[in-house]
T-cell receptor
């Protein structure tokens, strides 16, 4: 079974600075997808960024980018120019690529990000 | 196009009562996933349904929990004889085939 580990329960960053959230995962599969979700106090789960394991290039979405190290099974999220609206819980998630038609996700335990004005 | 609608947003039940949580998928989505989030934890997969079929229920507790997604109407997650340990946020995500889906805002169940 796949597992996702987020070793940082809490992180804080000064507004406008850069912060990196860590995620490691364990799998024996070669085909899979990785995701970062944001959960603000409203509880809504918002997809931030996704990465296909077969792609070597790291995904980027505006101020959000990932550092995907497949051999190390590491998938960190970098948030540049942090803004107050980035304050939330961030969850790393894994999806198997070998079971097309069943896209269930395995989540880590989350990192609570605080933005310091 | 409205997003995934979950209701109620908050639900309070006494121990031993039944809880019914509803999830209306986005228009055109025929796949629904249910997840449970215990306090201070990540979401855990419970069940995956397509219209009128349960595809994967590997995360569902063996007793008291059931789910359905009828041909017409919302998907329903039903918890019978609730206990305090069932208190959690329950999320659904709907998708077309081949996508992890879009999440609803969840239902927070409190068992008193």
């Amino acid at each position: 079974a796949q597992t996702v580990t987020q070793s940082q329960p809490e992180m804080s960053v000064q507004e406008a600075e850069t912060v990196t959230l860590s995620c490691t995962y364990d799998t024996s599969e070669s085909d899979y997808y990785l995701f970062w979700y944001k959960q603000p106090p409203s509880r809504q789960m918002i997809l931030v960024i996704r990465q296909e394991a077969y792609k070597q290039q790291n995904a980027t979405e505006n101020r959000f980018s990932v550092n995907f190290q497949k051999a190390a099974k590491s998938f960190s999220l970098k948030i540049s120019d942090s803004q107050l609206g980035d304050a939330a819980m961030y969850f790393c998630a894994y999806r198997s690529g070998s079971n097309f038609g069943n896209e269930k996700l395995t989540f880590g335990t989350g990192t609570r990000l605080t933005i310091i004005p | 196009n409205a997003g995934v609608m979950q209701n109620p947003r908050h639900l309070v039940r006494r121990r031993g009562q039944e809880a019914r949580l509803r999830c209306s998928p986005m228009k055109g989505h025929s796949h629904v996933y249910w997840y449970r989030q215990l306090p201070e934890e990540g979401l855990k997969f419970m069940v995956y349904l397509q219209k009128e079929n349960i595809i994967d229920e590997s995360g569902m507790p063996k007793e008291r929990f059931s789910a359905e997604f009828p041909k017409e109407g919302p998907s329903i997650l039903r918890i019978q004889q609730v206990v305090r340990g069932d208190s959690a946020a329950y999320f659904c995500a709907s998708s077309p085939l081949g996508d992890v889906g879009t999440f609803g805002s969840g239902t927070r169940l409190t068992v008193v």
